[in-house]
């Protein structure tokens, strides 16, 4: 069973970085493309960065050039470094890993970013 446990989250001012980790056990993660979703209250859950095993990258376009995802494959951990944080940005922070064939969906716990003006 696929767990993904995520951590680095907290309170920041406007302008400042935050590094979210996350974990991941019980699956070959070659297998997995993983990513990061957010919550913000009130709001739906959006895709803010997917990562290939290949290391090919997506983001959401409030984000670019502002948030950098990355992977080691190594150690089945991926990473969201944020800068340049804006309120905005403020939302419970989900890891996601996708099945590349099953297509199926595994969720961390969650861990908020609180960013103040």
């Known amino acids: 069973q696929v767990q993904l446990v995520e951590s680095g989250g907290g309170l920041v001012q406007a302008g400042g970085s935050l590094r979210l980790s996350c974990a991941g056990s019980g699956a070959i993660f070659s297998n997995y493309y993983m990513g990061w979703y957010r919550q913000a209250p009130g709001k739906q859950r959006e895709m803010v960065a997917v990562?290939?095993?290949?290391?090919?990258?997506n983001y959401v376009d409030s984000v670019k050039g502002r948030f950098t995802i990355s992977r080691d494959n190594a150690k089945n951990t991926v990473y969201l470094q944020m800068n340049s944080l804006k309120p905005e940005d403020t939302a419970v922070y989900y890891c996601?890993?996708?099945?590349?064939?099953?297509?199926?969906?595994?969720w961390g716990q969650g861990t908020l970013v609180t960013v103040s003006s």
């Open positions: 990562i290939t095993y290949g290391g090919s990258t």
């Open positions: 996601n890993a996708k099945g590349v064939i099953s297509r199926v969906d595994y």
